[in-house]
T-cell receptor, first 110, second 115 residues
Framework: GEDVEQSLFLSVREGDSSVINCTYTDSSSTYLYWYKQEPGAGLQLLTYIFSNMDMKQDQRLTVLLNKKDKHLSLRIADTQTGDSAIYFCAELGNTGKLIFGQGTTLQVKP | EAGVVQSPRYKIIEKKQPVAFWCNPISGHNTLYWYLQNLGQGPELLIRYENEEAVDDSQLPKDRFSAERLKGVDSTLKIQPAELGDSAVYLC?????????????FGEGSRLTVL
């Protein structure tokens, strides 16, 4: 079945880079996504990558996709305290619906 | 442009009581979703509407949960009777119907506590 796994917690210093990792099981996924959830708020789409791409860069965000290993990562350069949030990886599975991971809490220390 | 609006933001009820949540999606969005988010977990789809038709309700516990989207705009999710395990955040989301880009627009959620 479809499953998405993430590490639960990451702590970094302000100004460092953050790398959040995700693995998924559905090899037929066409799109993979990163959503951000701030406390008490809904999820907000940060970026997405099509499955035939290896990398996508968008300002401070870099997404890397290793389709062979079914591994997705999100790198945030120059991490700021405002980046503290929960980050969800999601895949568009063959059932046509988004499957979310359990989320990685990013803590940014000043 | 207004985002997805949900109400109430918070609800505390005793078990066996009914509860209802309301969602107003972004104007023009044909697709509406209800997600369940347990503490420390990612959202899980309960039901998806295309206009007023429920096209995926396979994860909706139909013995106690019901949903409707009359006129294909606003939607209501109801639980009757509520159980302790229903304590969670209920998220509503909408999209323009083209899921390729995966951009679902989420509301702030309705946090339910069942005592």
């Amino acid at each position: 079945g479809e499953d998405v796994e993430q590490s639960l917690f990451l702590s970094v210093r302000e100004g460092d880079s953050s790398v959040i990792n995700c693995t998924y099981t559905d090899s037929s996924s066409t799109y993979l996504y990163w959503y951000k959830q701030e406390p008490g708020a809904g999820l907000q789409l940060l970026t997405y990558i099509f499955s035939n791409m290896d990398m996508k860069q968008d300002q401070r965000l870099t997404v890397l996709l290793n389709k062979k290993d079914k591994h997705l990562s999100l790198r945030i350069a120059d991490t700021q305290t405002g980046d503290s949030a929960i980050y969800f990886c999601a895949e568009l599975g063959n059932t046509g619906k988004l499957i979310f991971g359990q989320g990685t809490t990013l803590q940014v220390k000043p | 442009e207004a985002g997805v609006v949900q109400s109430p933001r918070y609800k505390i009820i005793e078990k066996k009581q009914p509860v209802a949540f309301w969602c107003n999606p972004i104007s023009g969005h044909n697709t509406l979703y209800w997600y369940l988010q347990n503490l420390g977990q990612g959202p899980e789809l309960l039901i998806r509407y295309e206009n007023e038709e429920a096209v995926d309700d396979s994860q909706l516990p139909k013995d106690r949960f019901s949903a409707e989207r009359l006129k294909g705009v606003d939607s209501t999710l109801k639980i009757q009777p509520a159980e302790l395990g229903d304590s969670a955040v209920y998220l509503c989301a909408s999209s323009s119907g083209t899921l390729n880009t995966g951009e679902l627009f989420f509301g702030e959620g309705s946090r339910l506590t069942v005592l």
